[in-house]
């Protein structure tokens, strides 16, 4: 059987390749991404079953599923920041911040659900435990924040 070459094979191998090479060295990201997500679906679980909630599989795996999705999507755009912006800062910033408060978010659900599975009446809270100032600053509260909005009560 002779080996023949056909433009659609070639161009997916291309594809392959850029795709693998795009990701090789994000492995341990998308890594903890998942270890994190089976961690949250297990303490998730485990505080649903405490509560007395009926644990419903399809849905427990379809959220999961479109967390591992949006980690994907969070990885991916952080890389092409880095890939943007760390040639002229010289140090990816933009996409260290970026994976840094989705790894927080969800290191936080983590570690609530164990909390709540052990009966511990404490929630974690990422951001009261940096407790930065510029952080405050920088994530705003757009059901507190008023200050973009113009005063309309005016008589």
Not at 1 to 8: H, V, Y
Not at 116 to 121: P, S, V
Request: hydrophobic fraction near 45%; glycine fraction near 4%.
């Amino acid at each position: 059987m002779e080996a023949t070459s056909s433009p659609i094979r070639d161009i997916l191998a291309v594809f392959a390749v850029l795709l693998a090479e795009f990701y090789a060295h994000l492995a341990p990201w998308l890594l903890l991404g998942v270890v994190l997500c089976f961690a949250d679906l297990r303490f998730g679980i485990m505080a649903a079953r405490k509560r007395g909630e009926k644990i419903r599989t399809s849905r427990m795996w379809r959220r999961t599923i479109n967390k591992m999705i949006d980690y994907l999507c969070w990885v991916t755009i952080a890389e092409v920041c880095t890939r943007t912006f760390a040639p002229a800062v010289g140090v990816p910033v933009v996409s260290m911040g970026m994976l840094f408060i989705v790894y927080g978010i969800e290191l936080s659900s983590c570690i609530n659900n164990y909390f709540e599975y052990k009966g511990i009446r404490k929630r974690f809270n990422i951001w009261k435990f940096l407790d930065r100032p510029e952080l405050q600053r920088a994530i705003e509260d757009p059901e507190t924040d008023n200050t973009d909005k113009p005063n309309t009560n005016q008589s």
